[in-house]
C-alpha cells in the first residue's frame, strides 16, 4: 500500500491533528517504512506452519485442587453484624 502526501494531510485533517509540511513529510516516510515491513512479512511463506498460542510450549506446573481449609462460615458470620440466609448483609452505598 502507498500513501500520498495528500493521504497523510487528510488524515491529519481527519484525526483533528495540525501538522504543518515539513511533519506531514516525516509521518509520510514512517508510514511508507511501515507499511513495507508489513509487505515483507505478508510475502513470508507460512503454509504449513501452525499457529501458536504462546511464542514457547511451556505449561504451568498446577498443585492439586484439595481443600485444605475446614468450613468456618458459621464461625465468621456469628460476628458479623447481619447476616441473612448465609450472605453478608452490607449498607446500600449508591442510590
Given amino acids: 500500500m502507498t500513501l500520498s502526501f495528500d493521504d497523510v ?3 491529519a485533517d481527519l484525526a483533528y491533528i495540525e501538522t504543518n ?10 508510514l511508507s517504512d511501515i507499511f513495507n515491513l508489513i509487505e515483507q512479512m505478508q510475502a513470508v511463506d507460512t503454509l504449513g506452519v501452525e499457529p501458536l498460542s504462546h511464542a514457547q510450549d511451556v ?5 492439586d485442587d484439595i481443600v485444605t481449609e ?9 460476628i458479623a453484624p447481619q447476616v441473612e440466609e448465609g450472605l453478608y448483609l452490607v449498607p446500600k452505598v449508591i442510590e
Wanted: proline share 0%; hydrophobic share 35%; charged share 40%.
Fill in 9 to 11: 494531510r487528510r488524515i
Fill in 70 to 78: 475446614s468450613d468456618q462460615r458459621e464461625r465468621f458470620q456469628a
Fill in 21 to 30: 509540511e515539513e511533519e506531514a513529510h516525516v509521518v509520510l516516510a514512517q
Fill in 59 to 63: 505449561t504451568q506446573r498446577l498443585r
